[in-house]
């Protein structure tokens, strides 16, 4: 079934001129509108890093300097504070270094300065870092990153900081507050994270071997700092998903858990054979073994004659819904494919959406999801129908038969045509209060830089 969407518009929200190593902030959380039918948008900013977290960085940047400020993770703190992670790029003398930073925010948006160093960490050690994702678990918060000693070398390993929920480093955990691992042979590329019953989950592709073949690699971490042995032997498990470029897997991947303790992963990877991307799901029990009654010896893989993408997918009851967006074989933008899988054979349910066995959105890239109240919210981007490089916000929201929940938005979707490129949803959360956030970042013309934002809209 092809879905076709109304559009929400948005009015453009402002942006204050500032002086420079001022904030540039788009604020809509202090002034909030509302929207058509149920959504209601509670708020949104946009963050220049460089003038919000580093002014001391502007004078330095060449002219005509675009930096790379990037938005990829979020998380909702039990009493509705907002973390949100990335990188953010600094220019010196044109040699570009990339620190991992995270922020927190308060419910209404605006900088925690009491966290850490006036509302934020930023791992500031002239390397070339690479933000994964955030967890809380436990009562700590722990993000996960690639640390690389510079942008060139193609060494690096999977790291894990721990901190308190004020920001504070725990000294205690790993070495000086952080783990660091090496993944396979050489370079490890910081992916998902999940919370555990002690500690996380962390996921990260890594491995450069004679064949040139990369894996896909699971830790499981105690809150102590070292790896639990209880864990497929030694709190590592290699997956057998393996790459035929060392340069073109693990665009993405994600690790959830299910209410029976059963450990999901999926992502996509380089079909050398077909030259392609093929998603992919595989099932791990709770002590590290593949579950090989899952699917095709544990794995589940979905390729066409083209690029088929997963990045996310949510779990309820007994199925996994799994959205995949792929590159049109015109090459003229994306359509994204939402099925579902029973959780336990690894079959898809052909009774899905009526019988059709997924549902189909035609132009869009859904690629980050959540899920409350057997309610799924997909995030991403509508594609421009003029120039498929530009992208815009968009949300839907479906039951569990696939269909769309129509008081949602206008007809189930919310978005907002204004087009730029890069401008998609990286992460999602939706709270239990009643409300999603989503994060991302974008080419900002009036700024003349790339930008992260943080969206608030009710569910």
């Not at 002219?63 to 600094?90: C, F, H, Q, R, W």
């Not at 590290?288 to 083209?306: E, H, K, L, M």
């Not at 779990?315 to 933008?333: A, T, V």
Request: one cysteine or more; glycine letters at 8%.
């Amino acid at each position: 079934m092809n879905v076709n969407f109304s559009v929400i518009y948005l009015s453009i929200i402002f942006i204050t001129s500032c002086a420079q190593n001022e904030e540039k902030i788009n604020d809509l959380f202090k002034n909030p509108q509302d929207a058509t039918n149920e959504v209601r948008v509670i708020g949104a900013q946009v963050y220049n890093l460089e003038y919000n977290f580093s002014p001391d960085h502007i004078d330095n940047d060449p002219p005509g300097y675009t930096t790379k400020d990037e938005a990829v993770a979020v998380e909702i703190l039990p009493d509705e504070s907002i973390l949100v992670a990335g990188n953010m790029a600094i220019p010196d003398n044109g040699n570009e270094s990339r620190d991992v930073y995270i922020a927190k925010f308060t419910p209404e948006g605006e900088l925690d300065t009491n966290f850490a160093d006036n509302g934020y960490y930023k791992f500031d050690r002239d390397n070339f870092d690479g933000a994964g994702d955030i967890v809380y678990s436990g009562g700590a918060i722990y993000l996960v990153f690639e640390s690389r000693s510079n942008a060139t070398s193609d060494s690096s390993q999977l790291a894990v900081t721990k901190m308190d929920t004020d920001g504070t480093i725990d000294t205690d955990f790993g070495t000086a507050g952080t783990l660091y691992i090496d993944v396979g042979d050489k370079k490890a590329d910081a992916k998902r994270a999940f919370a555990a019953s002690d500690g996380i989950y962390a996921l990260a592709v890594g491995g450069i071997n004679a064949t040139s073949k990369r894996n896909t690699f699971i830790y499981k971490i105690l809150s102590t700092g070292s790896l639990d042995s209880t864990f497929a032997g030694d709190g590592e498990l290699k997956l057998a998903v393996e790459s035929d470029s060392q340069s073109s897997f693990g665009v993405y991947d994600t690790i959830k858990t299910d209410s029976a303790g059963n450990i999901f992963v999926g992502g996509t990877r380089w079909n050398g054979t077909s030259s392609r991307y093929d998603a992919y799901v595989a099932k791990i029990q709770a002590n590290g073994t593949v579950d090989t009654t899952f699917a095709d010896n544990g794995y589940y893989f979905r390729g066409t004659t083209t690029y088929d993408y997963l990045e996310d997918f949510v779990i309820s009851q007994n199925y996994l819904y799994l959205p995949i967006p792929r590159w049109k074989n015109d090459f003229s933008g994306y359509i994204t494919h939402l099925i579902r899988l029973d959780v336990n054979t690894g079959a898809v349910d052909t009774s899905f959406n009526n019988g059709s066995g997924e549902v189909v959105f035609d132009g869009y890239y859904y690629g980050r999801s959540d899920i409350l109240d057997n309610k799924i919210l997909l995030s991403g981007a509508i594609i421009n129908p003029s120039d498929a490089a530009e992208w815009s916000h968009s949300y839907i929201k479906l039951n569990l038969d696939g269909s769309v929940d129509t008081p949602y938005g206008t007809n189930g979707v919310f978005e907002r045509k204004e087009y730029s490129k890069l401008n998609s949803i990286r992460d999602l959360r939706v709270s239990s209060e009643g409300y999603s956030v989503g994060v991302g970042h974008m080419l900002n013309e009036e700024l003349n830089d790339q930008v992260i934002f943080i969206q608030k809209l009710s569910f």
